[in-house]
């Protein structure tokens, strides 16, 4: 099973950028499908994006359509998600998560390797 690291949380103002990553070791990282979930405090955990093994698609929540982006280096075994026009809406603890496919994913049941989260923290 593969292992995930994220990196890259912190306070950022609203209108900001960040970007994640999430370094993936233990496995051959090509062959998984990745997505990042977000949960804010007293919420469920939501789905954000997800990317197919070969990067080639994707999807995204409506609500991170046209300001998030999310890409793959295969080569590095590191998925990148890059967070443009922060909103205070967009505040959570960002999760990392692979599953054994080609195909992106949209339900967190289907991932089996989770990374341990990083915050993110946008102030108004």
């Known amino acids: 099973q593969v292992q995930l690291v994220e990196s890259g949380g912190g306070l950022v103002q609203a209108g900001g950028s960040l970007r994640l990553s999430c370094a993936a070791s233990?496995?051959?990282?090509?062959?998984?499908?990745m997505g990042w979930f977000r949960q804010a405090p007293g919420k469920e955990r939501e789905f954000v994006v997800s990317?197919?093994?070969?990067?080639?698609?994707?999807e995204y929540a409506d609500s991170v359509k046209g300001r998030f982006t999310i890409s793959r280096d295969n080569a590095k075994n590191t998925v990148y998600l890059q967070m443009n026009s922060l909103k205070p809406e967009d505040s959570a603890v960002y999760y990392c998560?692979?599953?054994?496919?080609?195909?992106?994913?949209?339900?967190?049941?289907?991932?089996?390797?989770w990374g341990q989260g990083t915050l993110v923290t946008v102030s108004s």
């Open positions: 990317i197919s093994w070969s990067g080639g698609s994707t």
């Open positions: 998560a692979a599953y054994s496919g080609s195909a992106y994913a949209m339900r967190s049941n289907i991932f089996d390797a």
């Open positions: 233990g496995r051959t990282f090509r062959g998984y499908a």
